[in-house]
């Protein structure tokens, strides 16, 4: 896939703009983490994941699972621009009768690999899958997103492990590090320290980028394929809320009904992100 840094700017303010739609039309939702991991999207689905709605099956291809599940109205709106869903079900999120639940179920939406949500068990099932294509020779990827609040859990760590003494440099893990969980800042909740050190110390290749530039996520990637022998984390320096200003100030921005104030500024972005993306088809 042949993308300029441009053409993944244009695909993370599409990205955004579709997230904020779908959520807006529901009326309440998890914004603030699914909109930290829009650039990370639009780099992975505009450049690297190799996937089509007309060959989804294909062994060959590779594999994404959103460990975050609460994440997945970025997917959606991602799923939709690749086209593997269509506009009209992208505004049934969480409705009744949807295929969009507020977390992504492989048995219900097009292009979902793993059903996730209880947290710390997708990277545990993205491990898996790149463990088994590991075994039978494929040379594909598989590229997972976990959150930073999420690595409370025991399990991830136990996944970790795992990937490293396989050695499953088919598998880029990306750990969205915006700061905050449910209940609060992360570092008052359970301080991470420095996840780069500590994935060192899991036998993986670590580095940290600015998760708001599709640019250094990008090269990050590019070394991530490069590399043998370690499986890759990408730390994410990101904001939840991200892209936002007013839901990035927003304190208690995991889950949000939007008050009239909250509508007026979303409603706001929405405006200014459609004319952006206006202007850059005018160009």
């Known amino acids: 896939m042949q993308a300029t840094q441009t053409d993944l700017q244009v695909y993370a303010n599409q990205i955004r703009y579709y997230t904020l739609k779908e959520l807006q039309e ?3 939702g998890h914004y603030g983490g699914s909109l930290s991991i829009v650039e990370v999207l639009a780099v992975l689905y505009g450049k690297h994941i190799n996937i089509e709605p007309n060959d989804a099956e294909n062994p060959d291809r590779d594999y994404f699972v959103l460990s975050k599940g609460h994440g997945g ?3 959606y709106a991602t799923l939709f621009l690749k086209k593997f869903i269509s506009e009209e079900t992208l505004y049934s999120l969480n409705q009744n009768g949807t295929t969009l639940p507020s977390h992504p179920d492989r048995n219900l939406t097009p292009g979902v690999e793993m059903t996730t949500g ?3 068990q997708g990277i545990s099932a ?3 899958i790149a463990f088994g294509n590991k075994l039978d020779g494929r040379a594909n990827y598989t590229y997972a997103i976990v959150g930073d609040g999420e690595l409370n859990e025991g399990q991830c760590w136990e996944a970790f492990q795992f990937a490293a003494h396989h050695q499953l440099e088919n598998l880029v893990v990306f750990i969205d590090d915006n700061k905050k ?3 609060g800042l992360t570092i008052d909740i359970m301080n991470p320290f420095d996840f780069v050190e500590k994935m060192k110390a899991f036998g993986f290749a670590a580095e940290r980028v600015d998760g708001s530039n599709v640019e250094e996520i990008d090269a990050a990637v590019e070394r991530a394929k490069q590399r043998t022998g370690k499986p890759t984390a990408i730390i994410l320096d990101t904001t939840k809320g991200q892209g936002v200003p007013y839901l990035e100030q927003k304190a208690d921005n995991h889950h949000i009904r939007p ?3 909250d509508n007026n500024a979303i409603n706001k972005a929405l405006e200014e992100l459609e004319k ?3 202007g850059g ?3």
């Open 281 to 283: 088809q005018n160009q």
């Open 181 to 183: 969980q449910l209940d």
């Open 276 to 278: 952006a993306l206006q």
């Open 126 to 128: 993205a491990t898996g």
């Open 259 to 261: 008050s009239a104030e």
């Open 26 to 28: 529901l009326g309440f």
């Open 73 to 75: 109205p970025a997917l």
């Open 118 to 120: 209880s947290l710390g």
